[in-house]
């Protein structure tokens, strides 16, 4: 059964306090990893794609990168504006569906 | 190019009464998702539409959810009777147009409608 675990939770960071947010998958084939960004009383915002391990995407103060079993999204320096729910998930290969299959999720709160 | 737009955004009701959802979708595209959140969780799929028919429902509680998708537009997403476990956030998506080489579609959410059951 495919399956996406994320952690940690929730994580709490003093402004300029880098960290890295952790993503483990396990998919039948995988067409491609997503992370998203959600902020209270808003749909899932569109971060990065990955597909192919070793890949690495930058926006900002985000990286994304890839192997074949995890995802992580390094912020570097965050400020509070980066304070939100970051989801991780999974579109996997094979089938009608397009389906993602959504992990739980890290709350992110970043102190001034 | 427009973005997903859902109705109502909040709406509270009471244990075994109904209530239905609207979701039009980014124009032209043929997929519909409708996804379930629960406080603290991922999004759930409990449908997906391609055009008028339904692609996947294997989620779907069928016994209290409906939806339709009349004229491959639009989207109802409908409930009856509502449990007290059916209090979650409501979210439709559709495919935003971006694909990498590997055929993965990015999917873009409405603001999704917040139900509350008493």
């Known amino acids: 059964e495919d399956q996406v675990t994320q952690s940690p939770e929730a994580l709490r960071l003093q402004e300029g306090e880098s960290s890295s947010l952790n993503c483990s998958y396990t998919v039948s084939g995988l067409r491609g990893l997503f992370w998203y960004r959600q902020d209270p009383g808003k749909g899932p915002e569109f971060l990065f794609t990955?597909?192919?391990a070793g890949e690495e995407k930058e926006k900002e103060r985000l990286k994304a990168t890839l192997t074949k079993k995890e995802s992580f999204l390094h912020i570097t320096a965050p400020k509070p504006e980066d304070s939100a729910t970051y989801l991780c998930a999974v579109q996997a290969n094979g089938g009608a569906t397009n389906k993602l299959i959504f992990g739980t999720g890290t709350l992110l709160a970043v102190q001034p | 190019e427009a973005g997903v737009a859902q109705s109502p955004r909040y709406k509270i009701i009471e244990k075994r009464q109904s209530v239905a959802f609207w979701c039009n979708p980014i124009s032209g595209h043929a997929t519909l998702y409708w996804y379930q959140q629960i406080l603290g969780q991922g999004p759930k799929l409990l449908i997906q539409?391609?055009?008028?028919?339904?692609?996947?429902d294997s989620q779907l509680p069928k016994d209290r959810f409906s939806a339709e998708r009349l004229k491959g537009v639009d989207s109802t997403l409908k409930i009856q009777p509502a449990k007290l476990e059916d209090s979650a956030v409501y979210l439709c998506a559709s495919p935003s147009g971006l694909v990498t080489p590997s055929g993965a579609n990015v999917l873009t959410f409405g603001a999704g409608s917040r139900l509350t059951v008493l």
């Open positions: 990955l597909y192919s």
């Open positions: 539409f391609q055009n008028n028919g339904v692609v996947d």
